[in-house]
C-alpha cells in the first residue's frame, strides 16, 4: 500500500462579513469566525500503480484533501502516510518520491525558457546528471515538445505550458503523482494529448496517479477507481462501473435514423433517432424485438453520460 | 520511462547538494533579472545616483557645523558607508526575495517552494537580485575608504570587529523581515508594514547618536539598523568594547533563530491560495 488515510479531517477559520461596508466596517473592529470543515473524517487506501480519480463538486475538498496528502496542509485530525512518511513532516526523500501539478498554478519560472526551470529542478531534487538527461530526453519525446524548450514560458499556450509543468514535475521520477486539474482550461485536443501521456507514463513507471478533474472524460478515461468527496466527506469508493450501475442502471438504445414505427416499441423520436430508455435487463430482450422485425437498422447501445450519472448522484445526496 | 521507485528511484539517492542548489539559485536569479533590458538598464542608472542622495543631506549638515552629536564628518563618513552596505545586501538580495513571498502566498507560488526538498526559506530567501544594488555595495566600499582616510586606519582587530557587527546587523535586520513576511501567512497582505519597516530603516544612514533616548534603542534592538550601520563605524573608531561586539553578535544571532522558529510555525499554518 502506498497511501493510508485514516480519519483524515481539515477545519479551516474563516472570517464571517456581513452585508456591503457597513459589515466591513465592523468586520475591521469585531471579526466574527466561523469553522468550516473542509474535509471530514475521510479513509482510503491505495495500491502502488493505481490509478485513482477525486471526483467532487466545486468546494467538496477534493484539492484540500490532495494538499495534505503532499503535505502543503497540516490536517486537523487523522492519519495520512504517503510513500511510508508523514507528508506534514516535509521529510526530503518524502517530498522527492511525490509530485503535485495543479492546473491552476504553475511553477515554471515565468519570464524564462522551461529548460531553465527544469534545469533548477534537476539542482533542487539533487538528479544526477545523466538519469536528468535521459529522464528529459524520455519525456519530451513523449510529449513533443522539443521545439519550445528555448521559448521563454510567457510566450507558450496554456497547452504547451501543462506540458511542460508535467516534465518539470517529473523529472525526479516521483512514486505518486498528484494531479490537481491537469487538464483545465485546454482546447480538447491537447486533453486527449495529456490524458495519453498520463496513462502512459503510469502504465511505464508504475507510478501511482491519483487526479481531480471536473472533466469527466479524464476519470472515464484514466481512472478506474473513483472516491467521489461530497461536502468534505467520502461517500463512494469503488469502480466507475460499479457506481454507474448503481445510480443510473438505465440504458439508451438508440436506432439512427429509425422508422416511426418503432414507437410502437416504446421508441421516442429525437434528433431524427428513435431512442428508448431501458433496465439492463430489458436491454437484450429490446434489442431483439427491435432487429427481428428491422434487421438492417444502425443500432446503438449506450449508458448514461457520466455528468449525468455524477449529477444524479449529488442530487441523490441532497435530496 | 524506468519504473517509479525502481533502482533508479532518486527516493533512495543522495539528495539535494547545498552548493549545487545555491549556484542553481543564483543563475536563476540573475537570469530573471536580466530578462528586462529596459529595465535593467534604468535601474541600474538609476541605482548609481542613490549614493549621492544619501551623502547630499549629509554634505549640507556638516557645511554649517563640523560635529553632529560628537561625530565628525569623516566619522560620519563611515555610517553611511556602512548603512550603503546594508542597503546592498538588503534591497539586493533580502528584499526582493521576501516581498516576493508575500505574492507567493496571496497566489500560490508558495506551494511549488514547499513542494521541493530543500529548505523553503533558502529557496524563498534566494530566487531573486536585483543587480542594480552592487553600486550601493561599490560606493560602500570607496565611501568607508573615504572616511577611513580623514580617520586614520585602524589596527586588525577593529576591523574584524566592524566586519563581524556588519554581518550581525544585516543578519538581524533578514531576521526582522523575515519575521515581518511570516506574518502574511496568517495576515496574507502586509505591504504596510513592509512600508513601514523601509522608511524606518532609512534612519540608519545617520549616526545613531544623534537620536534620543528611547530612538536609539528603538534603531538599535527593536529596528537594529544602528547595529548594521553605527555600531561597525564605532567599532572602526575603537568606540566599543568586545563584550559590546559580542553580546551584539549574540543578539543577532537570537533573533535569527526566533525568526526561524517562526518561519516553521508559519509553515505550519499555512493554509494555501485554493485553486
Known amino acids: ?79 495520512v502516510l504517503v510513500a511510508g512518511y508523514r507528508p506534514k513532516d516535509r521529510v526530503v526523500a518524502f517530498l522527492r518520491s511525490i509530485t503535485l501539478v495543479m492546473g491552476q498554478k504553475q511553477q515554471l519560472l515565468w519570464d524564462l525558457p522551461p529548460q531553465e526551470s527544469f534545469a533548477l529542478n534537476r539542482a533542487m531534487y539533487g538528479v544526477d546528471p545523466a538519469a536528468y538527461a535521459r529522464t528529459l530526453d524520455q519525456l519530451v519525446a513523449m510529449l513533443k515538445i522539443e521545439p519550445i524548450l528555448q521559448k521563454p514560458v510567457r510566450n507558450l499556450s496554456l497547452g504547451e505550458r501543462m506540458k ?48 481531480t478533474s ?41 436506432v439512427k435514423g429509425g422508422p416511426a414505427e418503432l414507437a410502437e416499441l416504446g421508441f421516442v423520436p429525437v434528433d431524427g433517432d428513435q431512442v428508448a430508455t431501458v433496465t439492463a435487463e430489458e436491454t437484450n430482450r429490446r434489442l431483439s424485438s427491435v432487429l427481428s422485425r428491422w434487421p438492417m437498422v444502425e443500432i446503438a447501445v449506450e449508458s448514461p453520460p457520466l455528468e449525468e450519472v455524477m449529477a444524479r448522484y449529488f442530487h441523490e445526496g441532497s435530496a | 520511462m524506468p519504473p517509479a521507485g525502481g533502482p533508479e528511484a532518486l527516493s533512495s539517492g543522495p539528495g539535494p547538494r547545498l552548493p549545487e ?32 542622495a544619501i551623502l547630499l543631506p549629509l554634505a549640507v549638515v556638516f557645511g554649517k557645523t563640523d560635529s553632529v552629536a560628537g561625530w565628525t564628518w569623516d566619522q560620519s563618513l563611515l555610517v553611511t558607508g556602512f548603512f550603503l552596505m546594508m542597503s546592498a545586501v538588503m534591497g539586493g538580495l533580502v528584499e526582493p526575495n521576501l516581498g516576493a513571498v508575500v505574492e507567493g502566498i496571496r497566489q500560490g ?11 523553503a526559506q533558502l529557496v524563498a530567501s534566494a530566487q531573486r537580485v536585483a543587480p542594480a544594488k552592487l ?73 545613531v547618536d544623534i ?32 563584550a559590546l561586539v559580542v553580546q551584539a553578535i549574540a543578539v543577532s544571532l537570537g533573533g535569527f533563530a526566533f525568526a526561524r522558529w517562526s518561519w516553521k510555525r508559519a509553515l505550519a499554518s499555512y493554509t494555501s491560495a485554493s485553486s
Not at chain 1, 473524517?41 to 484539492?63: D, H, M, W, Y
Not at chain 1, 484533501?65 to 492519519?79: D, F, I
Not at chain 2, 545555491?22 to 535593467?40: G, H, P
Open chain 1, 164 to 211: 511542460c509543468e508535467l516534465v518539470a514535475a517529473l523529472l525526479h521520477q516521483p512514486q505518486v503523482l498528484f494531479l490537481d486539474e491537469p487538464t483545465i482550461g485546454l482546447d480538447v485536443e491537447m486533453q486527449v494529448q495529456v490524458r495519453k501521456f498520463i496513462h502512459e507514463y503510469n502504465t511505464s513507471t508504475g507510478a501511482t496517479v491519483i487526479l
Open chain 2, 21 to 52: 542548489v545555491l549556484s542553481a539559485l543564483a543563475r536563476v536569479a540573475l537570469m530573471n533579472a536580466l530578462q528586462y533590458r529596459a529595465s535593467f538598464f534604468v535601474d541600474f542608472f538609476v541605482g548609481s545616483g542613490n549614493v549621492v
Open chain 1, 214 to 254: 471536473h472533466y469527466m472524460q479524464d476519470i472515464a478515461a484514466l481512472t478506474p477507481r473513483l472516491l467521489v468527496i461530497d461536502k468534505g466527506t467520502l461517500r463512494y469508493d469503488g469502480s466507475l462501473t460499479a457506481l454507474t450501475e448503481r445510480v443510473a442502471p438505465e440504458r439508451r438504445i438508440v
Open chain 1, 1 to 79: 500500500m502506498i497511501i493510508d488515510v485514516v480519519g483524515l479531517s481539515k477545519t479551516y477559520r474563516v472570517p464571517v462579513k456581513g452585508e456591503g461596508l457597513a459589515g466591513s466596517v465592523k468586520s475591521l473592529f469585531n471579526r466574527q469566525y466561523r469553522d468550516v470543515e473542509a474535509v471530514k473524517n475521510v479513509s482510503f487506501q491505495i495500491e502502488r500503480g493505481e490509478r485513482v480519480g477525486f471526483l467532487g463538486p466545486n468546494g467538496a475538498g477534493k484539492t484540500t484533501t490532495l494538499k495534505m496528502l503532499s503535505g502543503l496542509l497540516h490536517p486537523t485530525a487523522g492519519t
Open chain 2, 109 to 119: 507560488q508558495m506551494d511549488y517552494i514547499l513542494l521541493k526538498p530543500v529548505d
Open chain 2, 211 to 242: 537620536y534620543s533616548g528611547v530612538a536609539r534603542v528603538f534603531l538599535t534592538v527593536v529596528v537594529p539598523v544602528a547595529l548594521a550601520s553605527s555600531w561597525p563605524a564605532m567599532a572602526l573608531l575603537g568606540r566599543l568594547d568586545l
Open chain 2, 135 to 207: 553600486w550601493d555595495g561599490l560606493s560602500a566600499l570607496v565611501v568607508i575608504a573615504w572616511g577611513l582616510h580623514g580617520t586614520g586606519w585602524p589596527g586588525f582587530g577593529p576591523i574584524t570587529a566592524a566586519f563581524c557587527l556588519m554581518i550581525a546587523g544585516v543578519m538581524a535586520m533578514y531576521s526582522l523581515w523575515l519575521l515581518v513576511i511570516c506574518l502574511s501567512f496568517w495576515f496574507v497582505r502586509v505591504d504596510n508594514l513592509r512600508y513601514l519597516l523601509g522608511a524606518v530603516a532609512d534612519a540608519g544612514r545617520w549616526p
